[in-house]
């Protein structure tokens, strides 16, 4: 793969990404090539699409049919009615996977921003150091940020994670970062159905509540690109509520409560 780095390929379990789309109808055929295409062979795509006006949800079915026809099943599609948020879309596509088997989930984005061949690490990560969570850092040594960004948002960016950091006392360098593996051990111990966040705070209290149940993470570098087709889903709302939940995780697990 590229990375200096060499895996026993049998040893590979049953791997599911979860891809939340909305609007994604010009990313979503690559993507799901550049997953599935993957030397992993328990490797499962699963797309969770929030009723995209873009036809997005249908080219997937479409996409998962292709797929499919070799008689495994490669890909799935969720169905969501209602759009309330990229964390209630990953609950429920993370959900869906560990009822069907799954013994790692990883979270990805549908825009191309996060490098696909970086699962394969991953999943060696996670197996070599037999944690509960893998993080694709952009901000240990060696990960990286599109330059495109501009000063600005990447100021933004690192303010956002040491803030985060501050606030809950986690040594989780890129606490917001949206490319993480989870072993389904840790998800079923962080209880999905009890997290709070419906936007992209979501991996923020994901982490946070992984390793207050005891779950180590290990951080590897990536390099996040700018999204190759559409515009960013990050409103005000969204960056008010990442602002707010890490003082409101904080109390709430105060050694008093």
């Known amino acids: 793969m590229g990375d200096g780095m060499t895996y026993d ?118 197996q070599a150091n037999r944690v509960g969570l893998v993080v694709g850092s952009r901000y240990v040594e060696g990960g990286s940020l599109d330059e495109e960004w501009g000063v600005h948002r990447q100021l933004l960016s690192r303010f956002a994670n040491r803030y985060a950091r501050t606030v809950l006392g986690t040594k989780i360098r890129d606490i917001t970062a949206g490319f993480n593996l989870w072993s389904a051990q840790t998800l079923r111990d962080v209880d999905l159905a009890t997290l709070d966040s419906a936007g992209y705070s979501f991996q923020v209290e994901l982490k946070y509540k992984a390793v207050r149940a005891g779950h180590s993470a290990v951080e590897i570098p990536i390099r996040f690109e700018e999204r190759t087709e559409g515009v960013s889903k990050m409103t005000l709302r969204t960056q008010l509520e990442s602002a707010v939940v890490p003082i409101r995780l904080r109390m709430k697990h105060r050694p008093d409560h």
């Not at 939340?20 to 990313?27: D, V």
């Not at 490669?74 to 009615?81: G, I, P, Y």
């Not at 596509?93 to 970086?118: C, N, R, T």
């Open 9 to 126: 390929m049998g040893a590979y379990a049953a791997v599911t990404v979860v891809m939340p789309t909305y609007n994604e109808a010009a990313n979503l055929p690559r993507m799901a090539e550049a997953v599935l295409q993957l030397p992993l062979p328990g490797i499962h795509l699963k797309v969770v699409d929030d009723s995209s006006p873009d036809g997005t949800g249908r080219i997937a079915d479409e996409l998962a049919e292709k797929y499919n026809s070799g008689g495994r099943r490669k890909m799935s599609v969720l169905h969501r009615t209602e759009k309330d948020g990229l964390g209630r879309a990953y609950v429920a596509g993370m959900s869906a996977a560990l009822a069907e088997g799954a013994d790692y989930v990883v979270q990805m984005d549908a825009d191309g921003s996060h490098p696909v061949e970086a699962v394969v690490r991953m999943v060696g990560t996670a």
